[in-house]
T-cell receptor
């Protein structure tokens, strides 16, 4: 069965510091991997995706993610966190059906 | 492009009543997905359509749940004989599926509270 795990319920980081939000996946075949962000009372917003090619994927708002096939990981990163980055982040994986399987989410708290 | 629209945004109902949610996807998107999200959890897949065909249904979708997309445009999700455990946010998403999965565009959701 396909699954996505986000091992941290919450990540705390100081503004200006780098941040990492972890994600591991279990998907049969070639994985398609995504990160979404959810702000309070807002819909899920797409950040970035990995389909194929370069293992480092760049996305919206300065976020990037690194695909590591051997570790089955797809960690979200940003070199310098902003207070406005505070939100709920979801990692998701898809097979070629297009259906997304989501992790349980990680709350990112960036403190001034 | 007005995005994915869901109505109603909030619905409070009594146990045993039927409720229906509507989703209007982005116009050129051929795929439409329904998810359910409870507090503190990631969205859980319920069902999806390609045009008007319902291609997959989750085991979460009991026989009290039915979804339609009659003309391949908007979709409805009906819950019959609601139970308190149905209280959740129901999310709709659409995508343009070509040769590989693309990103899903989500609506803001319909929150259901069953008393």
């Amino acid at each position: 069965a396909q699954s996505v795990a986000q091992p941290e319920d919450q990540v705390n980081v100081a503004e200006g510091n780098p941040l990492t939000v972890k994600c591991t996946y279990s998907v049969s075949g070639n994985p398609y991997l995504f990160w979404y962000v959810q702000y309070p009372n807002r819909g899920l917003q797409f950040l970035l995706k990995y389909i194929t090619g370069d293992n480092l994927v760049k996305g919206s708002y300065g976020f990037e993610a690194e695909f590591n096939k051997s570790q089955t990981s797809f960690h979200l990163k940003k070199p310098s966190a902003l207070v406005s980055d505070s939100a709920l982040y979801f990692c998701a994986a898809s097979s070629n059906t297009g259906k997304l399987i989501f992790g349980q989410g990680t709350t990112l708290q960036v403190k001034p | 492009d007005t995005g994915v629209s869901q109505n109603p945004r909030h619905k409070i109902t009594k146990r045993g009543q039927n409720v229906t949610f509507r989703c209007d996807p982005i116009s050129e998107h051929n795929r439409l997905y329904w998810y359910r999200q409870t507090l503190g959890q990631g969205p859980e897949f319920l069902t999806y359509f390609q045009n008007e065909a319902q291609l997959e249904k989750s085991r979460l979708l009991s026989d009290r749940f039915s979804a339609e997309r009659p003309k391949g445009s908007f979709s409805t999700l009906e819950i019959q004989r609601t139970e308190q455990g149905d209280s959740a946010m129901y999310l709709c998403a659409s995508s343009k599926y070509l040769t590989a999965p693309g990103e899903l565009f989500f609506g803001e959701g319909s929150r259901l509270t069953v008393l």
